[in-house]
C-alpha cells in the first residue's frame, strides 16, 4: 500500500489562507493523478481538488475560485493552496493517489482544518 502524508493545517479566521502539502513515494508519485479530499464531522469523505499528471485540474463547486492545486514532480509533493476560507471547509483534509477517478493509496492521518467564524 502507497503511503501518504499530509501537513500544513491549522486554525485560521475566516477569509485566511492555509496551503496544504501532501508527500508520496518518489517511485509512483509522478504516474498519477492527485486528489485532495476532506471528511468533516458526520460527513462522508469528498474529493475537492484533482489534478492530472499533464497539470488538468477539477474541484468541487464548494471550493472552485478560492482552492487552487499544484504539484511539484521533482519533490514528490502536492500541494492544496486554500484561499477565502470558509468556517464549512472546516475538516480533515488528505491526500490519495488515483487510478480510474478511485483513491487507491492508504489514507493517512491527514490533517485537520479549522475555520472560525
Known amino acids: 500500500q502507497v503511503q501518504l502524508a499530509e501537513s500544513g493545517g491549522g486554525l485560521v479566521q475566516a477569509g485566511g489562507s492555509l496551503r496544504l502539502a501532501c508527500t508520496a513515494p518518489?517511485?509512483?508519485?509522478?504516474?498519477?493523478?492527485m486528489g485532495w479530499y476532506r471528511q468533516a464531522p458526520g460527513k462522508q469523505r469528498e474529493l475537492v481538488a484533482h489534478?492530472?499528471?499533464?497539470?488538468?485540474?477539477n474541484f468541487a463547486n464548494s471550493v472552485k475560485g478560492r482552492f487552487t492545486i499544484s504539484r511539484d514532480n521533482a519533490k514528490n509533493t502536492v500541494w492544496l493552496q486554500m484561499d477565502s476560507l470558509k468556517p464549512e471547509d472546516t475538516a480533515v483534509y488528505y491526500c490519495?493517489?488515483?487510478?480510474?477517478?478511485?483513491?487507491?493509496?492508504?489514507w493517512g492521518q491527514g490533517t485537520q482544518v479549522t475555520v472560525s467564524s
Open positions: 490519495n493517489i488515483l487510478a480510474a477517478g478511485s483513491p487507491i493509496g492508504s
Open positions: 518518489r517511485s509512483i508519485f509522478s504516474l498519477y493523478p
Open positions: 489534478l492530472t499528471q499533464s497539470g488538468i485540474t
